[in-house]
């Protein structure tokens, strides 16, 4: 059964802590990307990779670490420097980081912060 | 500044009625717009991807348009089905930008149908 998968799909910290969602997918796709979704707003881009052992920061990447060790993993890390980092957040992955391909997004996992 | 403008921000229609979703964008270099559906609490399910040459793209009751010299793309839904209540995303993506394609999300547009 081929997809992306997010675990868990709720997640809640106290804050200070620093927490990592997971981000598996076994596509054998090269790029990978994390979203954060908040109520009223568009997809905001945190980070994304375009190949193992290589990512990039997107646009609101303050408070946030990556690892890509794995072509099929892709941990986003919520540190204690995110302000606000209740949110849904999003995985993605697509074949290339190019033209037209197709992103295939996760569940989803909603992280609050208390 | 990239933006994407949709519109309405919600709507409701009655189950077999047809409807039309708006995007509006300024991204620069036009790369790709993609339509995505998104059921609550749920990821983005892809409908469907356009580049600059083409200017309309199905997919079943879906319909997509591109007007890439006015910036403005259209969604329209054939027959609604309960099952289409969802949030409708426009995503333009501009690049390459230093090997990579950025894309910018709209805010969605909230579906509603009833029976």
């Known amino acids: 059964d081929g997809g992306i998968t997010q675990s868990p799909k709720y997640l809640f910290r106290k804050e200070g802590q620093n927490v990592t969602l997971s981000c598996e997918q076994n596509?054998?796709?090269?790029?990978m990307y994390w979203y954060r979704q908040d109520p009223g707003q568009g997809l905001r881009l945190i980070y994304y990779?375009?190949?193992?052992?290589?990512?990039q920061k997107g646009d609101i990447a303050e408070g946030y670490s990556v690892s890509r060790e794995k072509k099929e993993s892709f941990p986003l890390t919520v540190t204690s420097a995110q302000k606000n980092p209740t949110a849904f957040y999003l995985c993605?992955?697509?074949?290339?980081?190019?033209?037209?391909?197709?992103?295939?997004f996760g569940p989803g996992t909603r992280l609050t912060v208390t | 500044k990239n933006q994407v403008e949709q519109s309405p921000q919600s709507l409701i229609i009655l189950e077999g009625k047809n409807c039309t979703l708006q995007?509006?964008?300024?991204?620069?270099?036009?790369?790709?717009l993609r339509w995505y559906k998104q059921d609550t609490g749920r990821g983005p399910v892809s409908l469907t991807i356009?580049?600059?040459?083409?200017n309309t793209k199905s997919n079943g009751r879906y319909t997509a348009t591109l007007d890439a010299d006015t910036k403005q793309s259209s969604l329209h839904i054939t027959a609604s089905q309960l099952s289409d209540s969802a949030s409708y995303i426009c995503?333009?993506?501009?690049?390459?930008?230093?090997?990579?394609?950025?894309?910018?999300f709209g805010r969605g547009t909230s579906l509603i149908v009833h029976p």
């Open positions: 990779s375009q190949i193992v052992n290589d990512f």
């Open positions: 596509l054998n796709h090269d790029a």
């Open positions: 356009m580049t600059f040459s083409e």
């Open positions: 995007c509006n964008y300024t991204v620069s270099p036009f790369s790709n």
């Open positions: 995503v333009v993506s501009a690049g390459p930008a230093g090997g990579s394609y950025i894309p910018t």
């Open positions: 993605a992955s697509s074949i290339a980081d190019g033209l037209a391909y197709e992103q295939y």
